[in-house]
């Protein structure tokens, strides 16, 4: 199947329709510079790409900027998000990301 042409770059907060589906586009850089999430508000699912995932965050990458990570990281989890479809690894719950936060931040 030959992959669609892009036809517009996306833009934090555009909306992004795939017939009876919307997705909220979320810039979400720190893992990397240009890195997006797409949340989708009716089910309660992120689509998180790099910039999160069940697995240890690789913050040592060309690119990586730890501030602009730990800002993504609060803006994930202030979204009442119920599954996380991440880049790598297998999807989880609200459950298992806030646990993963205070892993991270114990304080």
Avoid at 35 to 63: C, K, M, N, Q, R
Avoid at 75 to 93: E, K, M, N, T
Wanted: proline share 7%; net charge negative.
């Amino acid at each position: 199947m030959p992959g669609a042409a892009p036809t517009r770059v996306v833009e934090d907060g555009d909306v992004v329709e795939t017939g009876d589906r919307r997705f909220q586009v979320l810039h979400l850089p720190g893992h990397s510079p240009g890195s997006i999430g797409l949340w989708e508000a009716a089910t309660s699912t992120l689509f998180s790409g790099d910039a999160l995932y069940d697995g240890p965050l690789i913050d040592t990458v060309e690119g990586c900027d730890i501030a602009a990570y730990v800002r993504t990281m609060e803006r994930q989890r202030d979204l009442p998000g119920r599954v996380v479809h991440a880049g790598h690894d297998p999807s989880f719950g609200r459950a298992r990301f806030i646990g993963y936060w205070n892993e991270a931040h114990p304080d």
